[in-house]
Every structure is written in C-alpha cells, then in structure tokens.
C-alpha cells in the first residue's frame, strides 16, 4: 500500500515570496491534516480536511496561509507572503475518516522542508 | 486533551530493552494512550495505542499503570534502528481525531 505522498521535499525560498506544498494521501482515506514542525518541536496542525471540507483551522494563519482539497483526495498548502519565522517542515497525515469512529491512526508523509530567507 | 510529561531525552543498549515513560495524571476515562516515532528527517510513524488495557504488537508492548495516570512503552530488543524521537500522546475519543504532540524523548541506541 502506498503511504503519503509530499512534494517537494525541500524548498528554500526569501521572505514575502509564495510557496506551495502539495499532498496526495492514502487512497481511501477521507481524512487529510497539515502539520507544522519548528526545528525541535513536536509537530502542529494547522488544519484538517473531511473529503473536500475543513473540519478545523483555528491554527492557521489565515493572512498568510491557506489550503484546499477541492476534489476531496489531493490538498495543497500555501504561504503568501511568507516569513523567517515559517521556516519549518510541512507534514502531511491521513486517516481513513470513518464516522463515528472512536480513534483513528493517522499515516504520515515525508514532509516538506521550508527554509525562508 | 490530558498533557503528557515525558524525559526529554535516554539512552539504551543496542538488543536490550528501551522502557519509556509517560505521565499523564489528568488522563480522563475516555482518552486514549497513542505513541508515534520520527525518526530523523521522516514523518511520525505510528507505534501504539491503548485505553486501559496493556496492548503489544510487532513493534513493541504498551504498559497503562491501573489508574492509567502513566504508561511505558516498551521497544523488547533495541536495534540501532530505534534511534529517534518518540512521542506520548493522549486523545480523546471522537474529537475529530486531532492529535497534540508535545516535544517527546530523544531514544539513542548505543552500540
């Protein structure tokens, strides 16, 4: 079974410039999630998709980031414009979003590295 | 979600056992004990999980001390492999599946 799939897995870019992270999850999996990882931190999430619609993304920073999954299977996060403070890696998670389900696994991606300038 | 206290970081001997712990004294009845792995420059992998019960898979063994306000994970034979950070946490059933890693346990494996 394919896991997880992110790319690119690095990107270097200098402040106030736009970049996209794309995410192509589990097949099957309803359930898609952006995490933030700051060097040393634990990772944290910044939104969660059910199929195509936002199930939470009261930590993300909506001036500057942004994310959809208009068919409801691959997703793409997007900083514009970005800052130092956004160097950090990107991960990707899915799960397979029964409802009703008591807990789920969630899978993760390789991640993305950012680096701003 | 209950938080978790965990030791910043350990070391093992490679092929003995890797026990560690986790604390979570505020764990409330219907929350769950999750462990996930990152070893470095990969995602979290997942390991285990447990409400009550002891749980073991191929990976390793979970131990919930009866008040469930702690719990070990066990890696049985530490490989060289092991090395990487390994994270504690604790979700509550049916909130959107939303996991809340704190900063985990640095495992080094020596050889």
């Known amino acids: 079974e394919a896991g997880v799939a992110q790319s690119p897995r690095y990107k270097i870019i200098e402040k106030r410039q736009s970049v996209a992270f794309w995410c192509n999850p589990i097949?099957?999996?309803?359930?898609l999630y952006w995490y933030q990882q700051i060097l040393g931190q634990g990772p944290k999430l910044l939104i969660q998709?059910?199929?195509?619609?936002?199930?939470?993304d009261s930590q993300l920073p909506k001036d500057r980031f942004s994310a959809e999954r208009l068919k409801g299977v691959d997703s793409t996060l997007k900083i514009q414009p970005a800052k130092l403070e956004d160097s950090a890696v990107y991960l990707c998670?899915?799960?397979?979003?029964?409802?009703?389900?008591?807990?789920?696994?969630?899978?993760f991606g390789p991640g993305t590295r950012l680096l701003v300038l | 979600d209950a938080k978790t206290t965990q030791p910043p970081s350990m070391d093992c001997a490679e092929g003995r056992a890797a026990n560690l712990p986790c604390n979570h004294s505020?764990?409330?009845?219907?929350?769950?004990v999750y462990w996930y792995r990152q070893i470095h420059s990969q995602g979290p992998q997942y390991i285990i999980h447990g409400l009550k019960n002891n749980e073991t898979n191929e990976m390793a063994s979970l131990i919930i001390t009866e008040d469930r306000k702690s719990s070990t994970l066990i890696l049985p034979h530490a490989t060289l492999r092991d090395t990487a950070v390994y994270y504690c946490i604790v979700r509550r059933r049916y909130t959107g599946n939303q996991f809340y890693f704190g900063t985990g346990t640095s495992l080094t494996v020596i050889p």
């Open positions: 998709f059910q199929n195509n619609g936002v199930v939470d």
């Open positions: 097949s099957g999996h309803a359930t």
């Open positions: 998670a899915s799960s397979l979003g029964l409802r009703g389900a008591a807990q789920e696994t969630q899978y």
């Open positions: 505020t764990i409330s009845g219907n929350e769950y």
